[in-house]
C-alpha cells in the first residue's frame, strides 16, 4: 500500500501530487489512482454463466438498455444489468432476493444487444439454488409441492379437475368417457379448470366452441399442469416428470391439434415438449377463434356498450408472437370502443404472474412499490377503460385483485376475451356465467 | 450414530374419501396417499440435527399401502442416509398403533440409534400412541409434542410444547423416543430431480415383517360423517350478513 494514499470516504486519494509540474493536491486527484471497479472480481459472474442455460449472463456490457422496459424496475430497484453489476460488488444471485423478482417477460432480451436471455438465465440459476438446498419463498414451495402432489398449484383434487364441466351448460367431451378421436384437444389447464374466474371463461370458451359446432374434447381428470412456470421457476425435474406424464396420456388418444387456453401452456407444447417427444400443432383459443371470425361475425349479435383496453400477456405475444388475433376479435365486437395502453404489443407490461410470480406475490409485493398487476391496472384506467380485456388464466385474478387494491373497483371489470365474444353471441350474460 | 425417523403414510383427504362395499374399510382404489404431515417434521428436525451433528439419518417405515418407497426416496433425496421398509403380509391392511410399535420395535433395536423422532400424532393415531408406546417397548426414555431438539452428550435436550404457550425444556438420556410435533423450520423441499436421482442411485433394505396376531379391537363399520345440521347459512347482502352475524353474536353475549 502506498503510504502517501490516505483513506477518504471509501476512495484513495493523495494529499500531495505534482504530475508534470502541475499540482493536483486534493480530493479530485483519485481520478488518476485506479478505479474502484478494478478491485472486483469476476468470479461471481463467472460461477452464474457456469450453469447451464446461464452462460449468456457474462456477456452483459453494461449499456442498461434493459433496465428502462424491466416491468419490475418500474415499481422496484432491479434490472437485468443491474444483477451483473450485483455479482461484480460481491452479491451472489443465488442468495439474493433479487433471484425470485424476475417474470421472465422477456422484454430485457427484446433490446438486449448482446443477446443476455433472462429466459434461459433465471431457471437455470434457480434450479441450482434449489438443487444446493437453499430455501425458497414459502408460497412458491407450496404451489410446487401441490404441483407435485396433485398435478395443479392450487393443491385441488385432481377428480375435480373436470367438475366445471357440469356447469357449462353444452356437451363437453371428456376423452376418457367418449373414445373417439376429436379434431382439436383443448388443453383446458389449471386455473381454467379450478379458479372460479378461470372456470366463467372455460364456460364462456366451451358455448362457443359449441356454438361453432367444433369438434372438440378435453382429458379432464387426466390432465396435468403444462408445468411451463414450474420450470421458469427453477423446477426443472417437477417440469420433466409433468411433460413425460402428459405426453404418456395424450398419446392415448387421437386428435389433430390441440387448442390452449393457457399461454404458458402455448410455450411449453411450443417449445419444451417436443424435446420430450411430444410433437403437436398447437393454437392458443384467440388464434383458433380469430381463424373462425368469418363463422362467427354472424353470431356476434348483441351490443357491448364497453370500452375496452387490453393486455397482452408476455407468453402470447413477445413469447410466441402473437398480437393480432386478440386484436381481431375484440374489433369484431359490436359497439365496444377499444383503445390501446401506451404499453402495448411488443413493449407490453407484464402482470407479474410468468416465471414463477403467480406464486411469489406477498415475496415480490414486499419488496416493490406496488405489484405489477397494479401499475398495469392503474394504466388501464388512465385509457378511460371500463373493461380490461385478457387472454390468459393468471391474469383476471391477478388484475381484479388489483383493481381491488388501487380502489377502481366497480370502475374497471377484467374480463377474458372468451367472456366479451359469449356475451356478444348472447351464450352468457353481462354478469360471469357461474356466479 | 444414527437418528432413526418412523415414517407412516396416511389417506390425503384432499379427494374424497369413499368407503368400500364392505362398509369397513376404505376404497383402496380411489385413495391416494401422503406422508403423515407430523412425520415430515419428525424427518425436518432429525436431518437439522445431522447438519449439527453429523449422524446418519434413517427412515423406516411399514409397507402398508404398496407406496411407501415415494416417501423413503424422498427422505433420501432431502439428505437421509439409509430407508428401511418392513414388507410382508400387512400390505394392504391398516395397522393399529400398537401392532405398528410392535413390528418396528426389533428393527429400531438393531439400528441401535440415538435417537427415534416420530410424528407427534397422525389421523390414525390421534392419541398420539406410538412415540410412548415404542418408548415402552424399548425401554426408552419418551416425551412428546416436542418443538426442538439438541444433543448433548449422552443425552438431548428438548423443549416440549405444554398448554396456553407454556413451553418445557427438559433433558432425557439417550436412546430416547421422541413425538415431534414441530420441526424448528418448515420442513424443506425437495426438488423432483433430486427425488428421481435417489430413485435410481439408492437401495431401499427391506425386512420381512408378518401381520402380528393382536386383541385389538375389531372394526365393524367405518361410517361418512352425518352432517349434524346445526349450520345456518347467512344469504343476502354484505351488509343484511354483517347485521346478522352481529345479531348473532349479541345474543350470545360475545359483541
Redesign the interface.
Given at each position: 500500500m502506498d503510504s502517501s494514499l490516505r483513506k477518504v470516504q471509501d476512495v484513495w486519494e493523495q494529499d500531495t501530487a505534482i504530475v508534470e509540474g502541475v499540482d493536483i493536491s486534493g480530493p479530485w486527484n483519485r481520478m488518476f489512482g485506479q478505479r474502484v471497479i478494478w478491485n472486483y472480481t469476476p468470479e461471481l459472474i463467472d460461477e452464474i454463466a457456469s450453469f447451464p442455460g446461464a452462460e449468456s449472463f457474462a456477456w452483459c456490457y453494461q449499456c442498461g438498455k434493459c433496465v428502462p422496459v424491466c416491468p419490475v424496475d418500474v415499481v422496484g430497484d432491479y434490472g437485468p444489468r443491474k444483477l451483473y453489476r450485483k455479482a461484480q460488488t460481491g452479491i451472489s444471485l443465488l442468495d439474493s432476493p433479487d433471484l425470485w423478482l424476475c417474470t421472465t417477460c422477456m422484454n430485457c432480451l427484446r433490446v438486449c444487444p448482446k443477446q443476455v436471455d433472462m429466459v434461459q438465465i433465471m431457471p437455470a440459476v434457480r434450479?441450482q439454488a434449489?438443487?444446493s438446498?437453499r430455501?425458497?419463498p414459502?408460497e412458491l414451495?407450496e404451489a410446487?409441492?401441490n404441483t407435485?402432489?396433485?398435478g395443479n398449484p392450487l393443491?385441488?383434487?385432481?377428480?375435480k379437475r373436470e367438475a366445471w364441466v357440469k356447469d357449462a351448460g353444452v356437451p363437453v367431451p371428456i376423452l376418457h368417457q367418449i373414445q373417439r378421436p376429436v379434431e382439436w384437444l383443448w388443453w383446458v389447464e389449471c386455473y381454467p379448470s379450478y379458479h372460479p374466474r378461470g372456470i366463467d371463461a372455460s364456460i364462456a370458451l366451451a358455448r362457443i366452441f359449441h356454438a361453432l359446432g367444433l369438434d372438440f374434447g378435453i382429458l379432464g381428470r387426466e390432465e396435468k399442469c403444462a408445468g411451463d412456470s414450474q420450470r421458469l421457476a427453477?423446477?426443472?425435474?417437477?417440469f420433466?416428470?409433468l411433460a413425460e406424464e402428459n405426453i404418456r396420456t395424450l398419446s392415448k388418444y387421437e386428435f389433430r391439434h390441440i387448442v390452449v387456453t393457457d399461454p404458458h401452456a402455448l410455450n411449453a407444447f411450443r417449445k419444451q415438449y417436443p424435446k420430450y417427444g411430444g410433437q403437436y400443432d398447437v393454437w392458443h383459443y384467440t388464434t383458433l377463434l380469430a381463424r373462425e371470425l368469418p363463422r362467427l361475425h354472424p353470431l356476434l349479435t348483441r351490443q357491448l356498450p364497453y370500452r375496452l383496453t387490453f393486455h397482452d400477456p408476455c407468453y402470447l405475444g413477445r413469447h410466441n408472437g402473437e398480437y393480432d388475433a386478440p386484436r381481431q376479435l375484440i374489433e369484431a365486437l359490436p359497439g365496444v370502443e377499444f383503445t390501446e395502453m401506451p404499453r402495448c404489443r411488443q413493449n407490453s407490461y407484464c402482470c407479474g404472474g410468468g416465471g414463477g410470480g403467480m406464486w411469489l406475490d406477498s415475496f415480490a409485493a414486499g419488496r416493490q412499490r406496488r405489484r405489477l398487476s397494479e401499475e398495469r391496472v392503474l394504466e388501464a384506467v388512465a385509457t378511460g377503460a371500463d373493461t380490461l380485456v385478457i387472454c390468459c388464466p393468471y391474469e383476471v385474478s391477478r388484475f381484479e385483485d388489483a383493481v381491488k387494491s388501487t380502489g377502481y373497483e366497480g370502475r374497471l371489470r377484467v374480463r377474458d376475451i372468451a367472456e366479451l365474444l359469449a356475451e356478444a353471441m348472447g351464450l352468457i350474460g353481462e354478469e360471469p356465467a357461474k356466479a | 450414530m444414527t437418528l432413526a425417523v418412523i415414517l407412516k403414510q396416511v389417506p390425503?383427504v384432499?379427494?374424497?374419501l369413499a368407503i368400500d362395499p364392505s362398509g369397513t374399510d376404505l376404497d383402496r382404489d380411489s385413495v391416494s396417499y401422503?406422508v403423515n404431515e407430523f412425520d415430515e417434521h419428525a424427518l425436518e428436525e432429525a436431518l437439522l440435527l445431522r447438519e449439527a451433528t453429523g449422524e446418519d439419518v434413517v427412515v423406516v417405515g411399514v409397507d402398508t399401502t404398496g407406496e411407501l418407497d415415494q416417501a423413503l426416496y424422498t427422505a433420501l433425496a432431502k439428505?437421509a442416509q439409509r430407508a428401511v421398509k418392513l414388507v410382508g403380509d400387512v400390505e394392504g391392511s391398516w395397522l393399529s398403533t400398537r401392532a405398528l410399535a410392535g413390528l418396528l420395535a426389533p428393527v429400531i433395536r438393531e439400528l441401535s440409534p440415538r435417537l427415534v423422532l416420530t410424528g407427534v400424532q397422525a389421523p390414525d393415531d390421534l392419541d398420539g400412541q406410538l412415540a410412548p408406546t415404542l418408548g415402552a417397548l424399548l425401554d426408552w426414555p419418551h416425551t412428546g409434542v416436542v418443538v426442538g431438539t439438541e444433543l448433548a452428550d449422552g443425552l438431548v435436550r428438548v423443549r416440549k410444547e405444554l398448554w396456553g404457550g407454556i413451553m418445557l425444556d427438559l433433558e432425557l438420556a439417550t436412546p430416547a423416543v421422541l413425538g415431534i410435533q414441530a420441526a424448528r423450520a418448515?420442513p424443506?423441499?425437495v426438488?423432483?430431480?433430486?427425488?428421481?436421482q435417489a430413485m435410481r442411485e439408492s437401495t431401499i433394505e427391506e425386512v420381512e415383517v408378518e401381520t402380528p396376531v393382536e386383541s385389538a379391537p375389531k372394526l365393524s363399520r367405518l361410517r361418512a360423517p352425518e352432517a349434524a345440521g346445526r349450520a345456518e347459512m347467512l344469504t343476502g347482502s354484505p351488509s343484511d350478513v354483517v347485521e346478522r352475524i352481529l345479531e348473532i353474536l349479541r345474543a350470545r353475549g360475545l359483541y
Open positions: 434450479e434449489l438443487l438446498g430455501p425458497l414459502a414451495q410446487l409441492e407435485a402432489r396433485y393443491g385441488q383434487p385432481p377428480r427453477g423446477e426443472r425435474g417437477l420433466e416428470m | 390425503d384432499v379427494e374424497e401422503v439428505g418448515t424443506r423441499y426438488p423432483v430431480g433430486r427425488v428421481r
